[in-house]
């Protein structure tokens, strides 16, 4: 062993006594897919209704279009509201994650934790 030889080279990483269950990868990678185009596709149809409704009034600077070969116009309004869908959705579905997890999850302590100490008011 050499004097400036790190010493984590050595050891081997501890195993993790758990895993990420292989459907949960796969729930993810769909969500991964599944709520941009979602996100997308309910922001065409809401500017589409919009112009039709009229119920926001539309800055013509954003009502430009861009033109992607082999797919067509995209409306630079379409992007900016399927990114903010997009969050909505995200933050959504992290809600309803947390608390799914929190009602079916495991403990908050374990078999091995201290308990959490107990604090008493002073008076005053």
């Known amino acids: 062993m050499g004097k400036y030889r790190p010493s984590y080279i050595l050891h081997s990483f501890p195993h993790r006594p758990w895993s990420v269950h292989p459907v949960w990868r796969g729930i993810g990678c769909v969500f991964m897919v599944v709520l941009p185009i979602m996100a997308y596709v309910i922001a065409v149809i809401l500017v589409r209704e919009n112009f039709v409704q009229q ?3 539309i800055p013509r600077e954003l009502t430009f279009s861009i ?3 082999n797919v067509g116009q995209i409306y630079l ?8 869908l997009l969050v909505i959705g995200m933050a959504l579905f ?6 799914i997890y ?7 302590y374990g078999p091995l934790d201290v308990p959490p100490p107990k604090y ?5």
């Open 55 to 57: 119920w926001v009034q």
């Open 94 to 99: 992290t809600i309803i994650y947390s608390a």
């Open 102 to 108: 929190r009602l079916f999850g495991p403990p908050r």
């Open 77 to 84: 309004l379409d992007i900016l509201l399927a990114l903010v």
């Open 120 to 124: 008493r008011k002073r008076p005053r």
């Open 67 to 69: 033109n992607v070969p």
